[in-house]
């Protein structure tokens, strides 16, 4: 049973920066490329950033870049995400997913209704100005 669980979300101020983490079961770090998604409140799910499995390879939604990092821990079979200079409009539910597919092919996956295999239950941020 793969498992993802997210932490780290909480009440934030505008400028501050947060880590987010996303913590896999044994097996599933090694075996699923894992990324990022959030929701924000009346919008779709979006695609920030995921990482590969075997070689670490970084994928970044244009929105992001320069703001997000992700890295992982694989001792720790944890998935980080960063988020530097938080603006209210990153105000979301953000979620941690796993799937075999490259994460450059999630957004495309998910326009053609194609569900990545493995979610976590999400950690909300809320960014006050």
């Known amino acids: 049973q793969v498992e993802l669980v997210e932490s780290g979300g909480g009440l934030v101020q505008a400028g501050d920066s947060l880590r987010l983490s996303c913590t896999a079961s044994?097996?599933?770090?090694?075996?699923?490329?894992i990324g990022w998604f959030r929701q924000a409140p009346g919008k779709e799910r979006e695609f920030l950033t995921g990482?590969?499995?075997?070689?670490?390879?970084?994928y970044y939604a244009d929105s992001v870049k320069g703001r997000f990092t992700i890295s992982r821990d694989n001792a720790k079979n944890t998935v980080y995400l960063q988020i530097a200079s938080l603006k209210p409009e990153d105000t979301a539910v953000y979620s941690c997913?796993?799937?075999?597919?490259?994460?450059?092919?999630?957004?495309?996956?998910?326009?053609?209704?194609?569900?990545?295999?493995?979610w976590g239950q999400g950690t909300r941020v809320t960014v006050s100005s």
């Open positions: 997913a796993a799937d075999l597919l490259e994460p450059g092919d999630w957004t495309r996956a998910q326009s053609m209704g194609v569900s990545l295999r493995y």
């Open positions: 044994e097996g599933t770090f090694r075996t699923y490329n």
């Open positions: 990482v590969t499995s075997n070689s670490g390879r970084q």
